[in-house]
C-alpha cells in the first residue's frame, strides 16, 4: 500500500460526495484549490451554512471510512475572511482541488452511532 495518494479534484466536483464516493479508509492530511460556494456545519448549528465564492481552500483534513467521511475546511473569500466548518455536500470545486490521502488498510476503520455525542463517530478497528 503506497504510504501517500495524491488526488485532484476537477471543476464542478463536490468535495465531499466524491471522497465519500471512493469508499476510502484513512485520513486527508492536506488539502488546497478552490471552490465554487462552499456548504459548511459551523460549530454548534444543527446544519450547513452557505458561503458563495469565489472561495479559497486554506486547509483540509479529516478520516474517511466506507460509512462516511469527518472532513474540515478553512476557507477564504475574496475579501481575505476566513471561515471554517464540517465539509457538508455542496461544496463545489471551482478550478481544482489537490489533496493528499494517507490510506490505511480496508476494514480498519469505521464510523458508528455514538449515543455520548449523537453522531457518527470514528471507530478504531483490529482486522
Same mark, same amino acid.
Given at each position: 500500500?503506497?504510504?501517500? =495518494?495524491? +488526488?485532484? +479534484? !476537477?471543476?464542478?466536483?463536490?468535495?465531499?460526495?466524491? %471522497? =465519500?464516493?471512493?469508499a476510502r479508509?484513512?485520513?486527508?492530511? *492536506?488539502? #488546497?484549490?478552490? %471552490?465554487? /460556494?462552499?456548504?459548511?456545519? &459551523? *460549530? $454548534?448549528?444543527?446544519?450547513? !451554512?452557505?458561503?458563495?465564492?469565489? &472561495?479559497?481552500? &486554506?486547509?483540509?483534513?479529516?478520516?474517511?471510512?466506507?460509512? $462516511?467521511? /469527518? %472532513? @474540515?475546511?478553512?476557507?477564504?473569500? *475574496?475579501?481575505?475572511?476566513?471561515?471554517?466548518? @464540517?465539509v457538508c455536500?455542496?461544496? =463545489?470545486?471551482? !478550478?481544482?482541488?489537490?489533496?493528499?490521502?494517507?490510506?490505511?488498510?480496508?476494514?480498519?476503520?469505521?464510523?458508528?452511532?455514538?449515543a455520548a455525542?449523537?453522531?457518527?463517530?470514528?471507530? #478504531? +478497528?483490529?482486522?
Amino acid at each position: 500500500m503506497a504510504m501517500f =495518494e495524491a +488526488l485532484r +479534484l !476537477t471543476p464542478g466536483d463536490d468535495l465531499r460526495v466524491t %471522497l =465519500e464516493a471512493g469508499a476510502r479508509t484513512g485520513f486527508v492530511v *492536506a488539502g #488546497i484549490g478552490s %471552490l465554487a /460556494h462552499a456548504q459548511l456545519r &459551523l *460549530a $454548534g448549528d444543527p446544519g450547513p !451554512t452557505r458561503f458563495d465564492g469565489p &472561495l479559497e481552500i &486554506l486547509t483540509l483534513s479529516g478520516s474517511l471510512t466506507p460509512d $462516511g467521511a /469527518h %472532513l @474540515h475546511v478553512s476557507v477564504s473569500d *475574496a475579501a481575505g475572511r476566513v471561515f471554517g466548518g @464540517h465539509v457538508c455536500a455542496g461544496c =463545489e470545486v471551482l !478550478t481544482t482541488a489537490e489533496l493528499l490521502v494517507a490510506p490505511l488498510p480496508a476494514g480498519s476503520l469505521a464510523r458508528g452511532f455514538d449515543a455520548a455525542t449523537g453522531y457518527a463517530e470514528l471507530r #478504531i +478497528l483490529n482486522p
